[in-house]
């Protein structure tokens, strides 16, 4: 069979719009080369990519669920998928793409290839037009969009009231309606992540505020939230509406995918100059495809449409000037941690 000349295979490898990088299937993981897609993606020149291995593009805070993935190694020809995960420019700054991995096999040699397709920032996709054109037609489309999702649960609800339906026939009415309410939130955190309200500063009481969110969460979700609050939390400065939100669309996510026997817990407590809440999914003794599901809820719950809240709750906590941290507790589950700065005597 013959192969393509190598400047041919150069120029198809260039030529590919996703950003692609060959790598060792060995613990190290060096990279030999990329295409020039991922060159602009990471702000490497091709040069530069022999002396890194993916331990430079995948942050400090990268999930141990998603370093895991990365060491399973598919069968040659195989897709192995690792979803949405945050990589690391030559600058430092981060941003979220879409990583796939290929295991193949040249000259009797084992080499990865990894796929990366990123995810247009907010503010890229803001800069594409401008800001009023954008805003009319992100609120133009939410509105085209929740008008028929109105009238399709208006109807379901109608016909869940005959009497002559059958319990499949409901139970499938059932579905329907709660897919209709799940698109119309996706479609808000759609809307609030390109049109964000407007912040309103105050100083909270941070306890009071994880604490009325739990109220509202337990009857949302209808679930019990273990509480634990430190005695001494300093006040905050911040928006009390949006981060209310963040905390309450990590607990929508851990309810979502919490496993049975698995109990939510929420403490708060001081970390140095920040005051800390950590949303822990707790189960003892929880195997580990339990605990990297665990994870997965806080992460990323794939599969459920919420891949852009994580980036919508990292926004709001950023533009308080806090930080976002992901833990696995070691054989009892896993904890989001979002730190916020307390309030200065100035401020």
């Known amino acids: 069979m013959e192969t393509l000349p190598p400047a041919l295979a150069r120029s198809v490898f260039d030529v590919i719009p996703d950003g692609l990088l060959l790598f060792s299937s060995d613990r190290n993981r060096k990279i030999f080369e990329g295409n020039k897609a991922i060159c602009r993606m990471l702000g490497y020149s091709p040069e530069d990519l022999p002396n890194l291995s993916m331990a430079d593009i995948f942050p400090r805070e990268t999930p141990d669920f998603v370093l895991e993935q990365l060491e399973c190694l598919p069968k040659e020809g195989e897709i192995a998928s690792v979803g949405e995960v945050p990589l690391k420019r030559k600058d430092g ?12 096999e040249m000259e009797k040699e084992k080499y990865l290839l990894g796929v990366f397709r990123s995810r247009p920032s907010v503010k890229e996709s803001r800069g594409a037009l401008a800001p009023a054109e954008l805003t009319r037609l992100v609120t133009q489309t939410v509105h085209d969009v929740n008008n028929p999702l109105m009238i399709i ?12 339906l059958s319990e499949d ?11 209709s309410v799940r698109i119309k939130e996706i479609v808000h955190v759609f809307l609030k992540s390109v049109c964000p309200d407007k912040m309103v500063w105050d100083t909270i009481n941070g306890n009071e505020l994880v604490e009325s969110t739990l109220h509202l969460a337990e009857r949302q979700l209808g679930v019990s939230i273990k509480r634990s609050y430190a005695e001494r939390l300093a006040p905050l400065w911040g928006d009390e509406h949006q981060l209310k939100e963040v905390i309450l669309r990590f607990l929508k996510n851990t309810q979502g995918m919490r496993p049975q026997g ?4 929420l403490s708060t407590q001081m970390e140095g100059d920040y005051a800390r809440i950590d949303i822990k999914n707790e189960a003892d003794g929880a195997p580990e495809a339990t605990q990297k599901k665990l994870f997965e809820a806080f992460f990323s719950a794939q599969g459920k449409g919420a891949d852009a809240e994580l980036s919508v709750c990292y926004d709001i906590i950023k533009a308080h000037g806090g930080q976002l941290r992901f833990e696995s507790l070691s054989g009892k589950g896993a904890a989001v941690i979002v730190l916020l700065p307390a309030k200065t005597a100035g401020g």
């Not at 649960?153 to 109608?158: A, R």
């Not at 698995?262 to 817990?265: D, E, L, M, P, R």
């Open 169 to 179: 026939v409901k139970e499938n009415l059932g579905v329907i309606a709660e897919e």
């Open 93 to 104: 700054s981060l941003f979220y793409g879409r990583v796939q991995i290929v295991s193949l």
């Open 153 to 164: 649960s208006g109807n379901v609800q109608l016909c869940l009231m005959e009497d002559m």
């Open 262 to 265: 698995s109990t939510i817990v």
